[in-house]
């Protein structure tokens, strides 16, 4: 692995005299805690075909997911 820029380190606060590796995030999906928030966005984005995926198990819990088609 090549040597990380001092302001690279700088910007993510890492130590200055160690070889740290970039961490690369993963992508997450868009999520809502509400239908209401969850249409607003679609709305704004000109989604007109999706359906709507709970991520959470329970039914009392939601976590609102677009998925489209």
Not at 32 to 41: G, I, P
Not at 51 to 61: H, S
Request: charged letters at 45%; aromatic letters at 4%.
């Amino acid at each position: 692995m090549r040597k990380m820029h001092t302001r690279e380190k700088r910007k993510l606060g890492l130590a200055h005299n160690k070889r740290h590796k970039k961490r690369v995030k993963k992508v997450k999906p868009k999520t809502f805690k509400t239908e209401a928030s969850l249409n607003k966005y679609a709305e704004v984005k000109g989604i007109k075909d999706y359906t709507i995926v709970n991520l959470k198990i329970g039914e009392d819990k939601k976590k609102l997911k677009i998925v489209e088609k």
